[in-house]
């Protein structure tokens, strides 16, 4: 389409949903985050299709629940398994209707040359292509390895500023930019201009150094004259590792974080802006899923969407204020690897009994706490009047549970029977 926007998606790594100003943070400040919302929309139910890394970014890049596509684990160095090629990402659906497109940062959806983000749909690619805990720690442009473990430090100014170039390269033309920052993520670590800023210590620092990166961006597109046409959506990977303390986000007022299917491991901070088209200073209440991207973007730039099953929907009327439940209601399958653990449809959460690890000591300064296995029996919950999770309500409501159990189990018979492959060597 002759007016489409650009598209910046900036995902950060493990912040939990309060680890921004406007979503309750405490001990450090988000000016440019909170601008972003003020000019824009702010998502208090957005959802990640996995409580972990890889499944979470293989289900934002291609619209579907990580087990439709095989992507159920967390990938290790040299996995021999990776996001499989045929399947369409974000970037090759923009590239088929003429973007530029670039990534920046985190891959983590297969470290081998043919599951790299160039193999993928991205013209270029600048970054780790895992975690930064991980070794080793290659540091890559494109396909080659440019150096050996990075100075962890200057991670979020050498990505900010690769992200800037590929702006400032494609303001005459429809860009697609994935800036997928490896910080909050374990080991933390903040340039000198950010260490020391912030009440929260250096998690804050660091969260601040994120803010700053997001303000850079903005104020380049405010310099080139291409913010209103500009569609930037902001959004975590998933929720925080709880299990690192004071180098770890807050998920509050949500339960538990990162690894569990509960709120505080999938629901993340999420804010979208696009002056033309996306009123702003708005508040939406809708539950979105990063999964909602990709038929989304489909629907503003008019690409084909992927010949294949996908779980997302076009959520444009939403993003551009049409009244809450004007449209069929998202329901949301939480899935743990490959296993169902609970649905939400509407305000009822529905958690089937399965196993979890809850923190019972966080860490300090780096070094991890403790846990401990736990199992949640058959539970619902009331997310609008108590989205911490505290108060099960399946015996005041066996009519909901039944219905969500139904819903549940047909949706997981009906994924089984449509799984597709991951790739492999």
């Not at 291409?226 to 975590?236: D, E, K, R």
């Not at 949301?332 to 509407?346: D, H, P, S, T």
């Not at 009994?353 to 949640?376: F, L, Q």
């Amino acid at each position: 389409m002759p007016n489409s926007p650009n598209v910046i998606v900036v995902l950060t790594d493990d912040q939990g949903y309060a680890d921004v100003g406007v979503f309750g943070a405490q001990g450090f400040t988000t000016p440019h985050l909170d601008r972003l919302a003020a000019e824009g929309l702010q998502l208090t139910n957005f959802y990640v299709g996995a409580p972990t890394c890889s499944p979470s970014r293989a289900a934002l890049m291609t619209g579907s629940y990580p087990p439709r596509i095989g992507m159920t684990d967390v990938l290790q160095p040299s996995s021999s398994v990776g996001l499989n090629p045929r399947e369409v990402t974000i970037a090759e659906l923009l590239k088929s209707v003429g973007y530029a497109t670039a990534a920046v940062g985190k891959w983590h959806l297969g470290d081998r040359p043919i599951f790299l983000p160039t193999r993928q749909g991205f013209d270029e690619y600048f970054g780790l292509p895992y975690s930064n805990d991980m070794t080793p720690l290659p540091f890559l442009e494109n396909e080659d390895v440019i150096e050996y473990s990075p100075d962890l430090s200057q991670l979020t100014k050498r990505y900010t500023q690769r992200a800037l170039d590929f702006i400032t390269r494609n303001q005459q033309n429809r860009f697609f930019l994935y800036l997928a920052h490896s910080m909050p993520h374990v080991p933390i670590a903040a340039s000198d201009d950010f260490k020391g800023r912030s009440e929260r210590g250096l998690y804050g620092d660091v969260i601040m150094e994120l803010d700053w990166s997001v303000g850079q961006i903005l104020a380049k597109l405010d310099e080139l004259g291409i913010a209103n046409n500009t569609l930037v959506v902001f959004a975590s990977d998933n929720g925080p590792w709880l299990l690192y303390g004071n180098h770890a986000g807050s998920a509050q007022p949500l339960r538990e974080g990162k690894f569990t299917t509960f709120e505080g491991g999938q629901r993340v901070p999420a804010i979208v802006r696009w002056p033309d088209q996306i009123a702003a200073n708005r508040v939406s209440h809708d539950v979105v899923t990063a999964m909602d991207l990709l038929p989304t973007i489909a629907a503003i730039t008019g690409a084909a969407l992927p010949n294949c099953t996908i779980d997302g929907r076009n959520v444009l009327p939403i993003l551009e204020g049409a009244p809450s439940g004007a449209g069929p209601p998202t329901t949301m399958y939480f899935y743990a690897g490959a296993e169902l653990q609970a649905v939400r449809a509407g305000p009822w959460k529905l958690h089937l009994p399965h196993g979890y690890e809850t923190v019972t000591e966080p860490g300090m300064d780096g070094d991890p706490g403790e846990k401990a296995s736990r199992i949640t029996p058959m539970s619902l919950f009331d997310l609008d009047a108590d989205p911490g999770e505290t108060t099960d309500l399946s015996e005041q409501h066996p009519d909901v549970v039944s219905e969500l159990m139904g819903v549940a189990a047909a949706f997981d018979a009906d994924l089984q029977k449509n799984q597709r492959a991951p790739g492999r060597l």
